[in-house]
C-alpha cells in the first residue's frame, strides 16, 4: 500500500496551495480518506475527511478555507487550501481507512507570514 502525497511548499499568508494524494495497493473506493496534519511541538489533528459515501467533515480551523475531494477514478484524494495563514504551517499527512488504517508519508507546508 502507498499513499504518495504532493503538492507542499513555501507560501506567504493569504496564499493557496493544492494537496494530492495518490493512492495504489488498496481498492480506493472502499476506503474513508482524510488529511492530518502535525504542527511544530504538536500532536497530529485532523484536518478534513472524507467518506466512501462522500461524507464530508472539517477541522474547525479550517472551515471555509480548506477543501477535500476524491476522485475515485483517479485513486485521488485532494486538499484545497486558500487563505493559508502561518498556523497552518506543518506536515500534512493523507490517511486511508477500511478494514486497515495506512499513512502517507507526509508533506511539509510552510506559511510565511
Known amino acids: 500500500v502507498q499513499l504518495q502525497a504532493s503538492g507542499g511548499g513555501l507560501v506567504q499568508a493569504g496564499g493557496s496551495l493544492s494537496l494530492s494524494c495518490a493512492a495504489s495497493g488498496i481498492t480506493f473506493s472502499d476506503n474513508d480518506m482524510g488529511w492530518y496534519r502535525r504542527r511544530p511541538g504538536k500532536q497530529r489533528e485532523v484536518v478534513a475527511t472524507i467518506t466512501r459515501g462522500f461524507s464530508i467533515n472539517y477541522a474547525d480551523s479550517v472551515k471555509g478555507r480548506f477543501t477535500i475531494s476524491r476522485d475515485n477514478a483517479r485513486n485521488t484524494v485532494y486538499l484545497q487550501m486558500n487563505n493559508l495563514k502561518p498556523e497552518d504551517t506543518a506536515v500534512y499527512f493523507c490517511?486511508?481507512?477500511?478494514?486497515?488504517?495506512?499513512w502517507g508519508q507526509g508533506t511539509q507546508v510552510t506559511v510565511s507570514s
Open positions: 490517511r486511508a481507512e477500511s478494514r486497515s488504517a495506512y
